[in-house]
């Protein structure tokens, strides 16, 4: 069973500052590794896919990087909608969660 | 556009039964791969089971905390997709979301699940 860590649990920056969340397998996930945005009293919603990919509508100051165990999220310059909880997850036929990344307003 | 649309929630004893239903919508949900995924309160995201679609065989998959207990149906011809959910214990309590796809491209706004006595 493969199992995701995400560090670090909380992280306190201010608007306009670059944001880097960290993900990390237990054995290899290849590059099936998304990550997903989730607000206060809603849905989670998917940021990237396939490590890397954007999904459709996701502002290009989101980035995914890595591959095999180590991935990581960037945001380039945060804007105040940017603070809520992320969670990256494996998306090969197993779908386990990492405990997520809190991003709070310094 | 794609919606998809959680229903079945409510409040359930120790011990018993419960069946979620999720209507999509936008999309055609006969080539979806559809999965079931649950948030206690103030937790992380929880994967509960898939249902591959019938072209790519239609088979189910769930980890071990629901294996035995959750069932995953789906029935095309009303684009709605099932969690049955027996034995229900208080630790299954959460928000329960359907979400699309291999990669969880779209989700459903979520129904509470309470179970207690």
């Known amino acids: 069973e493969i199992v995701l860590t995400q560090s670090p649990a909380t992280l306190s920056l201010s608007p306009g500052e670059r944001a880097t969340l960290s993900c990390r397998a237990s054995q290899s996930v290849s590059s099936y590794l998304a990550w997903y945005q989730q607000k206060p009293g809603q849905a989670p919603r998917l940021l990237i896919s396939?490590?890397?990919n954007r999904a459709t509508g996701i502002p290009a100051r989101f980035s995914g990087s890595g591959s095999g165990t180590d991935f990581t999220l960037t945001i380039s310059s945060l804007e105040p909608e940017d603070f809520a909880v992320y969670y990256c997850q494996q998306h090969s036929d197993w779908y386990p969660f990492g405990q997520g990344t809190k991003l709070e307003i310094k | 556009e794609v919606q998809l649309v959680e229903s079945g929630g409510g409040l359930v004893k120790p011990g018993g039964s419960l069946r979620l239903s999720c209507a999509g919508s936008?999309?055609?949900?006969?080539?979806?791969?559809m999965n079931w995924v649950r948030q206690a309160p103030g937790k992380g995201l929880e994967w509960v089971g898939r249902i591959k679609s019938k072209p790519n065989g239609g088979t189910t998959d769930y980890p071990a905390p629901v294996k035995g207990r959750f069932t995953i149906s789906r029935d095309d011809s009303k684009n709605t997709v099932y969690l049955q959910m027996n034995s229900l214990k208080t630790e299954d309590t959460a928000i329960y979301y359907c979400?699309?796809?291999?990669?969880?491209?779209?989700w459903g706004q979520g129904t509470l699940i309470t179970v207690s006595s």
């Open positions: 396939y490590a890397s």
């Open positions: 936008g999309f055609t949900f006969s080539n979806a791969w």
């Open positions: 979400a699309t796809g291999a990669v969880f491209d779209y």
